[in-house]
């Protein structure tokens, strides 16, 4: 309780409204808020304007996107048109793979509205590795539940 009121009163407000957010990411689920607050040191906050492409399909993948205001549409190729695959909003991230391997995109993401996103680097995760082994192991697993979630969800939709 008294750390809690001590970290509080450590960090503006806004800061505190990310770690919040942050927490509420399944990426980063049973983080420790410090240990949140050295994630939020290592992501790259960027303001996309609407129609403004974050990236193209077969882009190579560097970083994984997470989207804490605004509406991204995902797109996939059918010839020369762009096909919207899905929408993500506040809450959701996209581009979970480049944080395993930095290979093509398999859809384009463009801003359906005015954006501000997170943007976690491979390198980001690579240097935690090295620096805070606890966190980059607990991102890595919640990342690995994730996707085999994904997996399991592609999988039953198939079978249908």
Do not use: W
Not at 9 to 36: G, M, P, T
Not at 68 to 96: H, M, P, R, T
Not at 116 to 140: D, G, H, W
Request: glycine share 4%.
């Amino acid at each position: 309780m008294i750390l809690d009121r001590f970290f509080n009163k450590a960090y503006d407000h806004a800061v505190l409204e990310k770690i919040k957010f942050l927490s509420q990411i399944s990426l980063f689920k049973n983080i420790r808020r410090k240990d949140l607050l050295y994630i939020l040191e290592n992501l790259y906050e960027k303001k996309y304007l609407k129609n403004e492409v974050l990236f193209n399909e077969g882009d190579i993948g560097r970083a994984l996107f997470i989207i804490y205001s605004g509406n991204i549409g995902l797109y996939k190729k059918n010839g020369d048109q762009n096909i919207l695959f899905s929408e993500v909003k506040a809450g959701d991230f996209i581009g979970e793979m480049a944080l395993l391997e930095e290979m093509p995109r398999s859809l384009s993401a463009i801003c359906l509205e005015d954006s501000f996103v997170f943007l976690l680097y491979k390198t980001n995760i690579e240097n935690m590795i090295n620096s805070k082994p606890k966190i980059a192991a607990r991102i890595n697993y919640n990342l690995a539940k994730i996707l085999s979630s994904r997996l399991r969800n592609t999988l039953r939709s198939n079978e249908k």
